[in-house]
């Protein structure tokens, strides 16, 4: 299609967006003032390049921020296997701090570009790709119209398209299909996701399961976790990981409900984002806990309550430490937060009800007797207590939660697969015009 056969609403923003670049700069100086931006890079924003294109052939793959990010390393990993250079974007520093020393060699980190028409267009002149793979729902209207154009093959992977999502688009049902029937495939993670994709006008939709399952769980420093655990010791210990605001005096006020029971209770809070630690802390010790921050060296020492590990990509080495993990961003209305990392490491799984995001793990985990449901604080503090004074149960949910999250492994080897005939078409295109 041309831009003349596109919608309304399509000719709109993509005019909108062409007269809106002095304003999106302007965003982005903004954003890179508050620390939302890297300024070193700020021009990778806006389509320039931060290093030359690697020779041969180059597969693009996006992922918005960490969790899409994350999910993509078993891809790179694959597509570098075959002989490609892996461009992987994100649109956050967090995402990129953690996918940069994830990326195997033949890989590199780049930010993506703003949708503006002539930022997406400078950066498609520049790196070339061969192929595109942008992992869940990441639909930018121009960028999707400019592969398109291009003749790049456009895959989304991991696909997923929430109910919210679903109704947003169906409000505009002729350009949710202008832009998905410009989708070469989707790769959805459910039958669900697929449904939805399907209907909004993506022609060519498969189910191949969610590729977090298939994840390699987080790193983490050895010598660090040694440290820890000299320090932390025999205490009785408990983690609250991804928290969001109002949870964390939740927490807070659950270890006050049972610090006379457990002795020496340690309570380590990781939020989800690390900028809150100080107003977390501060939080903690209004409410008569003793509280340290990690981001500022502290250590949890024995006369330390709630330990506030406010840092980016330290999961896996708490995940590890404690063998009672609550996840955040359930007992308040955010969706819940991605239970396969602690599972992985053999961690018994608390979550609140709020859980919709991951409505399809949680109930098998649940079912199985990996995860408990938790209704409210009260009931929170109650269950630590129940389930940390009884070690063997601990175990036993750890053992559950492996065991029910194996029948939904596969994902990577289904999806890698399906991208397969796209590769042999992108080689003998190569062989064509060496």
Same mark, same amino acid.
């Given at each position: 299609?041309?831009?003349?056969?596109?919608?309304?609403?399509?000719?709109?923003?993509?005019?909108?967006?062409?007269?809106?670049?002095?304003?999106?700069?302007?965003?982005?100086?903004?954003?890179?003032?508050?620390?939302?931006?890297?300024?070193?890079?700020?021009?990778?924003?806006?389509?320039?390049?931060?290093?030359?294109?690697?020779?041969?052939?180059?597969?693009?793959?996006?992922?918005?921020?960490?969790?899409?990010?994350?999910?993509?390393?078993?891809?790179?990993?694959?597509?570098?296997?075959?002989?490609?250079?892996?461009?992987?974007?994100?649109?956050?520093?967090?995402?990129?701090?953690?996918?940069?020393?994830?990326?195997?060699?033949?890989?590199?980190?780049?930010?993506?570009?703003?949708?503006?028409?002539?930022?997406?267009?400078?950066?498609?002149?520049?790196?070339?790709?061969?192929?595109?793979?942008?992992?869940?729902?990441?639909?930018?209207?121009?960028?999707?119209?400019?592969?398109?154009?291009?003749?790049?093959?456009?895959?989304?992977?991991?696909?997923?398209?929430?109910?919210?999502?679903?109704?947003?688009?169906? *409000?505009?049902?002729?350009?949710?299909?202008?832009?998905?029937?410009?989708?070469?495939?989707?790769?959805?993670?459910?039958?669900?996701?697929?449904? *939805?994709?399907?209907?909004?006008?993506?022609?060519?939709?498969?189910?191949?399961?969610?590729?977090?399952?298939?994840?390699?769980?987080?790193?983490?420093?050895?010598?660090?976790?040694?440290?820890?655990?000299?320090?932390?010791?025999?205490?009785?210990?408990?983690?609250?990981?991804?928290?969001?605001?109002?949870?964390?005096?939740?927490?807070?006020?659950?270890?006050?409900?049972?610090?006379?029971?457990?002795?020496?209770?340690?309570?380590?809070?990781?939020?989800?984002?690390?900028? *809150?630690?100080?107003?977390?802390?501060?939080?903690?010790?209004?409410?008569?806990?003793?509280?340290?921050?990690?981001?500022?060296?502290?250590?949890?020492?024995?006369?330390?309550?709630?330990?506030?590990?406010?840092?980016?990509?330290?999961?896996?080495?708490?995940?590890?430490?404690?063998?009672?993990?609550?996840?955040?961003?359930?007992?308040?209305?955010?969706?819940?937060?991605?239970?396969?990392?602690?599972?992985?490491?053999?961690?018994?799984?608390?979550?609140?009800?709020?859980?919709?995001?991951?409505?399809?793990?949680?109930?098998?985990?649940?079912?199985?007797?990996?995860?408990?449901?938790?209704?409210?604080?009260?009931?929170?503090?109650?269950?630590?207590?129940?389930?940390?004074?009884?070690?063997?149960?601990?175990?036993?949910?750890?053992?559950?939660?492996?065991?029910?999250?194996?029948?939904?492994?596969?994902?990577?080897?289904?999806?890698?697969?399906?991208?397969?005939?796209?590769?042999?078409?992108?080689?003998?295109?190569?062989?064509?015009?060496?």
């Amino acid at each position: 299609m041309t831009v003349a056969q596109l919608t309304v609403a399509l000719r709109a923003y993509r005019t909108g967006l062409v007269l809106a670049e002095p304003a999106l700069a302007g965003l982005l100086s903004f954003r890179a003032w508050r620390g939302k931006e890297d300024s070193s890079r700020l021009a990778e924003r806006r389509g320039m390049p931060g290093r030359p294109r690697p020779p041969g052939r180059l597969c693009w793959m996006h992922g918005a921020s960490i969790g899409e990010a994350l999910s993509l390393i078993g891809l790179v990993d694959g597509m570098v296997d075959r002989g490609f250079s892996v461009l992987m974007t994100t649109g956050t520093r967090s995402a990129a701090e953690l996918v940069a020393g994830r990326l195997p060699a033949g890989a590199f980190h780049h930010y993506v570009p703003l949708d503006a028409p002539r930022w997406v267009a400078r950066f498609l002149d520049h790196w070339r790709p061969e192929i595109a793979l942008v992992a869940e729902s990441e639909i930018w209207p121009n960028t999707v119209m400019a592969l398109h154009g291009r003749g790049i093959p456009l895959l989304i992977v991991n696909g997923r398209m929430s109910e919210r999502s679903f109704k947003g688009w169906s *409000r505009s049902p002729r350009t949710a299909e202008a832009l998905l029937s410009r989708v070469s495939v989707c790769l959805a993670q459910n039958q669900d996701d697929a449904e *939805r994709f399907a209907r909004l006008g993506a022609p060519r939709v498969t189910v191949t399961g969610n590729l977090k399952y298939d994840s390699a769980p987080p790193a983490f420093d050895e010598d660090g976790f040694a440290h820890l655990r000299g320090i932390v010791g025999d205490r009785p210990l408990w983690v609250a990981a991804s928290t969001h605001p109002g949870e964390d005096a939740m927490v807070a006020r659950a270890h006050l409900a049972l610090m006379a029971d457990l002795p020496g209770l340690l309570t380590i809070l990781v939020p989800r984002h690390p900028h *809150r630690g100080g107003d977390v802390a501060n939080e903690s010790e209004t409410l008569g806990l003793r509280s340290a921050r990690r981001s500022q060296g502290d250590a949890p020492h024995g006369a330390v309550n709630l330990y506030v590990a406010d840092t980016l990509g330290e999961l896996g080495l708490f995940y590890r430490l404690s063998p009672l993990v609550f996840l955040g961003g359930s007992l308040v209305p955010h969706g819940g937060q991605n239970p396969i990392e602690p599972i992985r490491l053999d961690a018994a799984v608390l979550h609140g009800p709020h859980v919709e995001n991951f409505a399809q793990v949680y109930g098998s985990l649940d079912r199985a007797g990996g995860a408990l449901a938790i209704a409210d604080e009260r009931d929170l503090a109650a269950t630590i207590g129940d389930l940390l004074r009884d070690p063997t149960r601990l175990q036993g949910m750890a053992a559950a939660g492996q065991a029910a999250l194996r029948p939904f492994e596969g994902a990577l080897d289904r999806t890698l697969a399906l991208i397969e005939p796209f590769i042999t078409q992108v080689t003998l295109s190569a062989m064509a015009n060496p």
